[in-house]
């Protein structure tokens, strides 16, 4: 049967596409070029704004009118919301956010009965970690490795622990294990995946066991490794034993993502988010302390519910201080069913202004933070070969983007670059 595999949103979801394109490959099925030669497609959709909802309607529209006859199975968070809705778009099969390792199953049910099959019916708040498979399977010199999923913050405007889930951590061994297999098999960097990672370890045992025991873990369990790279943490998460971690381990990449959503102390407690802006700093500066290169980069909420004009300068000028390298903007987006939802969202226009605002400023930083490296040597991990233009690309170490003029195809090697405006390719 030859497949195609579809992923919207998060890295979870692109990990857990790797993991089925993985068991579909092992059963004999073959991968397509495209939809529209596919006999089965699989959507692994996401809900975290309006607009990903949007996208992912689209999505399943767009793969039931390009393959008419396929089976398209649905899985994922907008998929858990709004399953009903996915069906009568065209999805054959709907799977929520657990449950997803039957999908196989279901296709096979389904090419025999031509039943329509929806199982997102269930509480799975309570639910172990759902072991996925063995092996992530990117075409890349860079694997992702799944290590928790669901959340129990219950931030304001986030529906993410209503649609995944409490934290579940995947067991310690099976991590240990598929790293080492990841490392083994050639992959030079491994991207700790999550849905807040920085969860890990509190429901195993006695929960002393927590994320950075796991890493050093890895990076003892795998002398191979070149690169670790953990996907986004909180600020908050940010511990001495972590702090240890940056210090004794240069595999650690030279970047975190540490995700501030509001520079005002205010906004922050309408977020309900577990931490204020000065503890925010301070961790900034402790890191800092260690690795005085780190790039840092963060999320923003634009135009949070009755965010003033007092309060958007605070983020601004927070954002400032804090000399983030990167800041992805997200104009907030009320979510049915969270607190945030009740209160009086800012209007349309002003949200506008302050998302220019912020990815002016972003670009500023960005463009500082690249120009400190201008004339360095750097390493670079090459993942990208464009054959017409005879380019290959790759990262940093500190995630920045680098081209290099190659007729051969550099993927998964590791070579000194010097970062120029010529070979910056952002
Ligand atoms: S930490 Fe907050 S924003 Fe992040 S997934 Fe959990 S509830 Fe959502």
Redesign the pocket.
């Known amino acids: 049967m030859l497949f195609y595999l579809f992923s919207l949103g998060c890295k979870v979801n692109s990990y857990e596409n790797d993991a089925l394109r993985k068991s579909l490959l092992e059963r004999g099925d073959e991968e397509a070029n495209g939809p529209e030669e596919a006999s089965l497609i699989v959507i692994n959709t996401c809900s975290v704004t309006g607009k990903a909802d949007q996208k992912s309607r689209q999505h399943i529209r767009k793969m039931r009118r390009l393959a008419p006859k396929a089976v398209i199975a649905v899985m994922g968070c907008y998929s858990e919301l709004h399953a009903d809705e996915a069906l009568s778009m065209g999805a054959d099969i709907v799977v929520g956010t657990s449950d997803r390792s039957k999908i196989l199953g279901f296709v096979d049910s389904f090419r025999k009965d031509g039943k329509k099959i929806k199982d997102v019916e269930k509480n799975n708040r309570h639910e172990k970690y759902e072991e996925m498979g063995q092996m992530a399977l990117s075409e890349n010199a860079r694997a992702y490795l799944k290590i928790q999923d669901g959340?129990?913050?219950?931030?304001s405007?986030?529906?993410?622990?209503f649609l995944?889930g409490n934290s579940r951590s995947r067991d310690k061994d099976e991590t240990i294990a598929e790293a080492k297999r990841l490392s083994e098999a050639g992959y030079k960097e491994l991207i700790i995946s999550g849905?807040?990672i920085g969860m890990y370890g509190k429901d195993l045992g006695d929960g002393s066991y927590r994320l950075a025991d796991l890493l050093k873990d890895i990076l003892l369990a795998c002398p191979k490794l070149k690169r670790l790279r953990i996907s986004s943490l909180?600020e908050s998460e940010i511990d001495d034993k972590f702090l240890d971690l940056l210090r004794d381990f240069p595999q650690i990449v030279d970047h975190l993502h540490l995700?501030l959503?509001s520079g005002s102390p205010t906004v922050l407690q309408r977020m309900k988010?577990h931490y204020d802006t000065p503890s925010f700093l301070l961790t900034l500066s402790k890191v800092r302390a260690i690795r005085p290169d780190i790039a840092i980069t963060t999320d923003v909420i634009v135009g949070f519910p009755l965010e003033s004009d007092k309060e958007w300068q605070e983020t601004m000028d927070f954002c400032k201080k804090a000399k983030f390298s990167e800041i992805h903007v997200f104009p907030y987006s009320p979510r049915e069913g969270t607190y945030s939802y009740t209160l009086k969202d800012t209007s349309p226009e002003v949200k506008e202004k302050r998302v220019h605002e912020l990815l002016d400023l972003s670009n500023e930083l960005r463009q500082a933070y690249e120009e400190r490296f201008y004339g360095k040597k750097m390493e670079v991990l090459f993942e990208d070969f464009d054959e017409r233009n005879s380019l290959c690309y790759g990262h940093t170490a500190n995630y920045l983007l680098v081209k290099v003029a190659s007729k051969r195809k550099l993927h998964g090697e590791i070579l000194d670059v010097i970062y120029d405006k010529e070979s910056a390719a952002d």
Not at 151 to 155: A, G, K, P, V, W
Not at 157 to 161: F, G, M, Q, R
Request: aromatic share 12%; hydrophobic share 25%; charged share 25%.
């Open positions: 959340c129990d913050n219950f931030c405007y986030c529906l993410i622990p995944r849905i807040h909180e995700p959503q988010r």
